[in-house]
């Protein structure tokens, strides 16, 4: 399911001009104010209610919002019941979606034929959202936002850390909750090894790909929308370790970079939406290991590489793009390192970069705008360490954990939705490192 995201409300000149999206239908104004006419146009009939600016509301059917996000997002629940016809709309107040945007909880019912568990987030600078209820099987439809073909992007709800090595390999794992809670060993299902990387595919599942045991590997284990490890598959690819995973084009993943017996390399390999991996892809931009990789933008649908080791340590990054082509080499931005620095999404459309190996074990972070340029070291929280995993949870934020101070380790560190690291949580699950991190559901 592809993560677009709706239309936009333009307005130009002195106010007197409305237009809306793409689709050339044009509402004028006398001056008197563009909300008249834009009422009778595009939401004629409903009840138009007083500026919204709280984090969270409930929807009442036949009614219209101006939904003022300048402060705070705005979580919106619609309600519990209806029938075939309800209408309801939604509309950015001040063209702040973009900054803080609103996310739809369809309370049970279906939103464009999908259940409640999917969470739907609307992110664009002068949005306007018309949803009207059909029936059970679709519920609630977008009949104004662009682009009504699919549900919005939706987050990932859950994650998981995998494989490792514990004092030996490892086949472990350890999911974490909607609410960042790492769970107690699961049983290991396929190969064990480490130096093993995961990305997302298909919007809800997620694959664990190549790594090392006492050769190189390039088997994968699919994980299904419920965090279960599959046994493995047989490899696609050239076998190598140090090799991370992120999403592209919102439902397709990538494993690029990493070392092939003492080589750096920088081929890569997409994954499908169903989760099959491809030949490998020519390699662009130095060829590197023990880098790190993550998801932005609003869209869920590029990627960026950054970091790792050369010859020695970078900072180097190469942006991914929707279609997973992989771009030559954008000068580095914070401190050089290596030694398993790890990358995770946060907010709807940003990532984060963190820990790793500078020269001694590091806790400095590096936030990545959505469009992808990487910021500068923001001063490290919790334990300094290297070879660690992280994953997205909660649709918004993240988690890492894991990894070697010396010594194995499983404590972790949640990331909030405005990327700030919290101090250290104490570990669950065996102490390892070299592990994969990905997020699910």
């Known amino acids: ?50 500026v919204e600016t709280g984090s969270t509301m409930t929807a009442v059917a036949g009614e219209g919002y101006w939904i003022d996000t300048t402060s705070n997002a705005c979580t919106i629940t619609l309600p519990s019941s209806a029938s075939n016809g309800d209408e309801i709309m939604f509309a950015d ?18 939103y464009q034929g999908q259940d409640d568990t999917f969470t739907v ?8 959202l018309h949803i009207v209820y059909s029936d059970a099987t679709n519920g609630w439809i977008p009949i104004l936002d662009e682009d009504v073909s699919d549900v919005p992007f939706k987050g990932n709800s859950e994650g998981i850390f995998a494989y490792g090595y514990a004092g030996s390999y490892s086949s ?7 609410a960042g809670v790492v769970a107690t060993d699961v049983t290991g299902v396929g190969t064990a090894r480490y130096d093993v990387y995961g990305t997302e595919y298909g919007t809800d599942k997620a694959i664990i790909a190549y790594g090392y045991t006492s050769t190189n590997q390039n088997m994968s284990n699919l994980v299904t929308n419920a965090g279960v490890v599959g046994d493995d598959v047989t490899g696609v690819g050239t076998a190598r370790h140090g090799t991370p995973g992120a999403v592209y084009g919102s439902d397709k993943g990538i494993f690029a970079f990493g070392q092939i017996t003492g080589t750096n390399t920088n081929l890569s390999n997409k994954v499908s939406n169903v989760g099959v991996v491809a030949t490998d892809t020519a390699g662009v931009g130095t060829a590197r290991s023990y880098l790190a990789a993550c998801e932005y933008s609003a869209d869920k649908d590029k990627a960026i590489y950054a970091y790792g080791y050369t010859t020695g340590m970078v900072s180097m990054s190469n942006l991914v793009s929707n279609t997973g082509v992989v771009a030559t080499d954008t000068t580095g931005v914070g401190t050089a390192r290596e030694g398993g620095p790890a990358a995770c999404r946060y907010s709807s459309d940003k990532g984060i970069f963190g820990y790793g190996n500078d020269g001694s074990f590091a806790n400095m972070t590096n936030l990545v705008t959505n469009v992808g340029v990487v910021g500068t070291d923001v001063t490290g929280v919790g334990t300094a360490r290297s070879a660690l995993g992280a994953c997205e949870y909660g649709s918004d934020k993240g988690i890492f954990a ?6 194995n380790t499983a404590i972790s560190n949640l ?8 101090t250290d949580v104490t570990g669950v699950g065996t102490v390892r490192r070299g592990l994969a991190g990905c997020s699910f559901n």
């Open 415 to 422: 990331v909030s939705n405005a990327g700030v690291v919290a």
């Open 121 to 128: 987030e609307y992110a664009t600078d002068g949005q306007a």
């Open 402 to 407: 894991y990894g070697t101070t010396g010594s």
């Open 93 to 110: 107040y001040d063209r702040t979606w973009g900054t803080n945007g609103i996310e739809i909880d369809s309370n049970g019912l279906n």
């Open 172 to 178: 472990l794992s350890n999911k974490v909750s909607s």
């Open 1 to 50: 399911m592809s993560g677009i995201i709706g239309s936009k409300l333009n307005i130009r000149g002195s106010g007197r001009v409305a237009k809306l999206g793409t689709d050339g239908q044009v509402l004028t104004s006398s001056g008197a104010g563009v909300q008249a006419n834009y009422e009778d146009a595009a939401g004629g009939g409903l009840d138009w209610q007083a």
